[in-house]
């Protein structure tokens, strides 16, 4: 069994968007303001600076009870001691995913539409899967490969096919948030919301109430 997560706010780092702050000071102001999960994406970093941010991550989030998640990287959650990794649709299977990661760490995959969760289905071992990510719901600047935006629509199409955990993401923010939540999204993943934001706490605490305020 996995270990407890909860998709309620996602924080997915950007490199270049925490650059002036810091990554760290980013992720710990981001926490104090409701943050539930993190996920480190930095898809320019080389395994050995990968691995040394996601153990600082870790040192910072570990007492906390807030599970670190490293993207597309197996190898440098394992390293690091990660509580998990999230896949796109072209990184490693799933099932040889949970081989290497064990049953414990935390497996997400990311979904663009309900094709692509039928693909998945039918292609890949889903069952390795412990939540989805689902979008993206808005056109966004901060992944370059993001397919077309679903909006809110297709959050809910995606719900209905699955009742395994789901995250939406892709160009949310508080005036969406509500949307994706009620569409039947468990939480909301957010990058520039907050790591672009003057006050990451305070951008953390309004998207934590705009969540809460939908369900």
Do not use: W
């Not at 950007?14 to 810091?22: F, H, K, Q, S, Y």
């Amino acid at each position: 069994m996995s270990r407890p997560f909860d998709l309620t706010l996602y924080l997915v780092t950007d490199p270049r968007l925490v650059a002036e702050r810091g990554l760290l000071a980013t992720v710990e102001a981001a926490v104090k303001g409701g943050v539930t999960l993190v996920q480190l994406r930095d898809p320019d970093a080389h395994g050995r600076a990968l691995v040394e941010q996601a153990r600082a991550l870790k040192a910072l989030l570990a007492p906390l009870r807030i599970p670190l998640i490293v993207n597309d990287r197996v190898d440098v959650a394992v390293a690091a001691d990660a509580d998990g990794v999230h896949l796109g649709q072209d990184d490693m299977a799933p099932a040889d995913a949970r081989a290497l990661l064990g049953p414990e760490r935390i497996l997400g995959l990311s979904v663009g539409n309900p094709a692509e969760f039928a693909g998945s289905s039918s292609g890949i071992d889903i069952g390795a899967v412990d939540y989805l990510g689902v979008g993206p719901v808005k056109a966004t600047g901060t992944k370059k490969d993001a397919g077309a935006a679903i909006g809110a629509a297709g959050v809910a199409a995606v719900r209905a096919l699955t009742r395994r955990p789901i995250v939406g993401i892709g160009g949310i923010d508080g005036a969406l948030a509500g949307e994706v939540i009620r569409a039947g999204a468990d939480g909301v993943a957010v990058v520039s919301a907050i790591c672009a934001a003057p006050d990451p706490e305070h951008a953390a605490r309004a998207l934590l109430s705009a969540v809460t305020a939908a369900r």
